[in-house]
């Protein structure tokens, strides 16, 4: 839920004092529901009792005697108040409400006046040991006559029960010894984190914020019947839906255990500057290329750095000291990525940081530095192109008029049947030219997609021996093969249309710089020592179709020398980011 602290209008003034008083009439023997029956209303009950009257008065000054007044149920557990106290939390609420905050946002309603209100007659003995939800969502343990902000303490770390409670006919009223304490969530720690300068998460906090919406929880809100057909209401609670915050990173959420580390200022603004490079779309999608630089650079680091720490796919996780932690991105299916090993030892993610207990976990803070290796995220993921998927390649005849001679080049996928040669995804695609024309030649290409701008990539071909779907084929197998490579990509965000690269490999040439040994599975590096860069980025919504193409094409059939075959034999194409690669020129 969105919540500033307004620390700047002196609430540090107001510290949730949860006290150990004695007091005269405490709940030590069981009482029966019936012990204490006003008959009348709540609020009368609140302001029958002298020392809730300071209460009372916070109440009327927020509008809520109109709310417990509303016909609705209520269940109250009144804190004792001195006047100075009651007095403070009243400017508090007139501060926020000069400044045009929301209630949702007030400090005085969303931490202190809601802390304390549930709906609904919550009828509880000294034996009750519950779980229940406040007005401002939070979860609270109600426990051998103890109110408890958290749910994982023993009832003796709360605010006592004083006496008994009082039977309304709108409710319940509990009276406490003292306030409880208002216990952030991690969502309101990171928002309410703003004094700091580079140390401060606000501009994570500004991030998140941005993609949030807003409505009225009409379950939370108190209706105040209804006019011109539509429901309107005294006490409007709201409920928060953010794109961020909902794909997996709930550290908003208050039934939920995360670990969550934030990023500070300084690194918050050294990453965004580094990852936006990476999201440079084309100029034909304007102020959606724009959006999506944004988005998709922010969650480069969130994506990594929200850890839900009951659902970790180790059994065995040990919450003090944990062999390796994975984000709430990780996937069973892919899990080379959003893993973390040793994440509290020796140059671990989160060795030696700030941490904050919050209702729903910890708070993290990075320091100055960052950990976390974008390479392990997906966005900059290791690409395989299985090679046999039909989606992923093309194959063309070239230097062929005849049809039936451009029907000789086949593209066959084969199956694995030989355990010393394992093909990826269990096949491979054996592309052949059986043409008699010996001045043909053929191209196959694959599709590349996910692409980044600006990162420096590997582009490797596996080949897979014959020996792999034909363990007979030995002769075949002694046999080399050769070809050239060829990149078409976008080399502009100007650009529409992708063109063949123009220097860092050989297009159409007859230099075949690169054999294949059939005898194994060979993977050959066709970009060389110097990684492949791309202008373009390939990545995310609305990137449908591939902005990079590679081709490999064999000699004619007239230039195949002895000891050579014409065919090739494609396990997969691999796309490895290295973006620490510096180049000569960089030095």
């Not at 700091?196 to 991030?207: P, Y």
């Not at 081709?551 to 620490?580: C, F, H, M, N, Q």
């Amino acid at each position: 839920m969105k919540l500033k602290y307004y620390a700047q209008i002196g609430l540090t003034a107001v510290a949730v004092a949860i006290s150990g008083a004695s007091c005269n009439d405490v709940w030590d023997e069981h009482y029966s529901v019936n012990s204490m029956v006003a008959g009348g209303e709540l609020w009368d009950a609140l302001n029958a009792s002298e020392d809730l009257k300071p209460f009372c008065k916070v109440l009327d000054s927020c509008g809520y005697k109109k709310v417990l007044t509303s016909g609705q149920s209520f269940s109250v557990w009144a804190p004792k108040l001195t006047n100075a106290e009651a007095d403070q939390w009243i400017a508090a609420y007139k501060t926020a409400k000069a400044n045009n905050i929301i209630d949702d946002e007030n400090p005085a309603i969303h931490e202190f006046i809601r802390n304390h209100i549930a709906l609904f007659n919550n009828q509880m003995s000294s034996l009750t040991d519950d779980t229940l939800r406040m007005m401002n969502g939070k979860l609270m343990r109600f426990g051998n006559g103890y109110l408890l902000d958290r749910i994982d303490k023993t009832p003796e770390d709360g605010v006592r029960i004083e006496g008994q409670p009082v039977h309304c006919a709108d409710g319940v009223l509990y009276k406490l010894q003292g306030q409880t304490s208002f216990f952030p969530n991690i969502w309101e720690r990171v928002q309410a984190d703003t004094i700091g300068g580079d140390i401060a998460l606000d501009s994570l906090a500004d991030f998140i914020s941005y993609y949030e919406r807003v409505e009225i929880d009409e379950e939370l809100s108190v209706p105040g019947g209804v006019v011109d057909g539509q429901t309107v209401y005294l006490d409007e609670v709201f409920k928060y839906s953010n794109d961020i915050l909902d794909a997996n990173k709930q550290i908003n959420t208050e039934d939920s255990l995360f670990w969550f580390l934030a990023p500070t200022n300084k690194v918050w603004k050294e990453k965004m500057e580094e990852y936006q490079k990476y999201f440079q779309y084309q100029d034909s999608r304007m102020e959606a290329g724009d959006s999506l630089r944004k988005l998709y650079s922010g969650l480069m680091l969130l994506n990594a750095s929200v850890f839900n720490v009951r659902n970790q796919p180790s059994r065995n996780f040990n919450v003090e000291n944990p062999d390796s932690i994975c984000s709430t991105s990780y996937l069973r299916g892919i899990p080379g990525y959003y893993v973390y090993d040793k994440p509290f030892q020796s140059g671990g993610i989160l060795e030696g940081l700030e941490m904050k207990e919050c209702s729903n976990g910890r708070l993290y803070k990075s320091g100055s530095e960052w950990r976390i290796d974008p390479r392990s995220t997906y966005m900059m993921g290791h690409w395989d192109i299985e090679a046999e998927t039909s989606d992923n390649y093309t194959v063309i005849p070239i230097g062929s008029a005849s049809d039936e001679q451009k029907k000789a080049v086949t593209a066959l996928v084969m199956n694995g049947n030989n355990d010393d040669f394992p093909l990826s995804g269990g096949k491979c695609l054996l592309v052949r030219n059986t043409s008699t024309n010996r001045r043909t030649y053929t191209e196959v290409s694959f599709l590349i997609p996910n692409t980044l701008s600006n990162c420096p990539y590997d582009i490797k071909v596996v080949f897979a021996s014959p020996l792999a779907y034909d363990s007979l084929m030995k002769d075949d197998a002694k046999l080399k093969r050769k070809f050239s490579a060829m990149i078409n990509y976008y080399p502009s965000t100007a650009d529409n249309t992708m063109k063949p690269n123009p220097d860092n490999l050989p297009v159409g040439s007859r230099n075949y710089e690169f054999e294949v040994n059939a005898e194994k599975t060979d993977t050959i590096t066709v970009t060389g020592d110097t990684p492949f860069i791309f202008p373009v980025c390939n990545y995310g919504y609305g990137e449908d179709e591939a902005k990079v193409k590679l081709t490999l094409r064999t000699p004619r059939k007239s230039a195949i020398d002895d000891g050579y075959s014409g065919d090739l034999v494609i396990d997969e194409v691999l796309l490895i980011p290295r973006p620490d690669y510096v180049s000569d020129s960089d030095n």
